[in-house]
């Protein structure tokens, strides 16, 4: 089994920046790709962030390219999302996700393990 936690979220301006974290406990991590996902209220959850088990390959949604930055530190087991240039459309409970495939991957479907989630607050 996965254990995923994550941490980071809170209430921040518009414009601002947050540095999400998620720590995995359990046999796998460091072969895995990991994602981030977000759930604004009434929406359904969708893919923000993605990064191979070895932290060379990303990819991003569109509406985050350029503010959203994927990383992961595979000795310690965790993987960050850095948020800048914050808006209130960013506003959601961000998920961090692991798949037991080692390639990045963008849809939820291919997940297998996911975290309890970190609400983002963005106020304008």
């Known amino acids: 089994q996965v254990q995923l936690v994550e941490s980071g979220g809170g209430l921040v301006q518009a414009g601002g920046s947050l540095r999400l974290s998620c720590a995995a406990s359990?046999?796998?991590?460091?072969?895995?790709?990991m994602g981030w996902f977000r759930q604004a209220p009434g929406k359904e959850r969708e893919f923000v962030a993605t990064i191979n088990w070895a932290g060379g390959s990303t990819d991003y949604a569109d509406s985050v390219k350029g503010r959203f930055t994927i990383s992961r530190d595979n000795g310690k087991r965790t993987v960050f999302l850095q948020m800048d240039s914050l808006k209130p459309e960013d506003t959601a409970v961000y998920y961090c996700a692991l798949t037991r495939a080692p390639g990045t991957r963008t849809g939820a479907r291919e997940y297998d393990y996911w975290g309890q989630g970190t609400q983002v607050t963005v106020s304008s």
């Open positions: 359990g046999r796998t991590f460091s072969s895995n790709a």
